[in-house]
C-alpha cells in the first residue's frame, strides 16, 4: 500500500483524479482511496501532519513493505525552477538539522509561518511533523514541488493542483522501482 500524506486539497485532489479515488472520512481527516494508494490531507503545519501520519497507522496497520510520502508544495530560492520536483534528504526545525535520508542532498526548513523572504533555501510547514510521525516506517519519502519564490500570495488552488499532477508519474515511477 502507498500512503501519502498532503497537507492541501488541491495537492491531494491531484492523485484523486488521476487515480479517481473514493473520498471517505478517517477521524477527522479527509482520505481518498484506491485499490493500493491512500491520500490523506493533513492541513496546514506540523500537528495536524504528525496527527495524520498517526491515524493512517493507527487504522490501517501498514505491513513492513508499505510507503509513506509527503507530498506538496514549497517555497525556494529562485534558483529552483516554478514546478522542479525535489527529494528530500533533511530538515532543518528550530535550528537543528534532521537527516531523512543522507543520499539525498535537499534540505528544507520546516517553519510554523508561511516564509514570504528568502530566509532559507527550500521551505514548507508540515515536513518536520510528517518526519517525526514516520521514524518507525522503513519505506518514507518527502517530495516537495517548488510552488513560488517566497511569495505565498501567488499560489492559487489549481495551480497547485497542477504543480502535483505534473508530478505524479515521476514520483510513483520511482517508488515502483
Known amino acids: 500500500m502507498l500512503y501519502i500524506v498532503t497537507a492541501l486539497k488541491p495537492e491531494a485532489q491531484a492523485f484523486v483524479d488521476k487515480y479517481r479515488l473514493s473520498k471517505t472520512k478517517c477521524d477527522n481527516f479527509t482520505l481518498f482511496s484506491g485499490e493500493n494508494l491512500k491520500v490523506i490531507v493533513s492541513g496546514i503545519g506540523i500537528e495536524n501532519t504528525k ?3 498517526r491515524t493512517l497507522i493507527e487504522k490501517f496497520a501498514p505491513a513492513n513493505n508499505d510507503t509513506f510520502i509527503n507530498i506538496g508544495i514549497c517555497g525556494a530560492d529562485k534558483r529552483y525552477k516554478i514546478g522542479e520536483l525535489l527529494e528530500i534528504g533533511s530538515i532543518v526545525y528550530k535550528e537543528k538539522k534532521y ?8 534540505t528544507i526548513t520546516c517553519k510554523e509561518i508561511e516564509v514570504s523572504e528568502n530566509i532559507c533555501d527550500i521551505a514548507d510547514m508540515e515536513s518536520f511533523g510528517f518526519y517525526t510521525a514516520t521514524k518507525e516506517i522503513k519505506n518514507r519519502y518527502i517530495y516537495k514541488v517548488v510552488s513560488d519564490h517566497f511569495e505565498p500570495n501567488r499560489v492559487t488552488k489549481e495551480g497547485t493542483k497542477k504543480l502535483i499532477f505534473d508530478i505524479i508519474d515521476k514520483i510513483i515511477k520511482e517508488e515502483k522501482a
Request: hydrophobic share 45%.
Open 51 to 53: 496527527n495524520a501520519v
Open 99 to 106: 537527516m531523512f535520508d543522507e543520499n539525498i542532498s535537499h
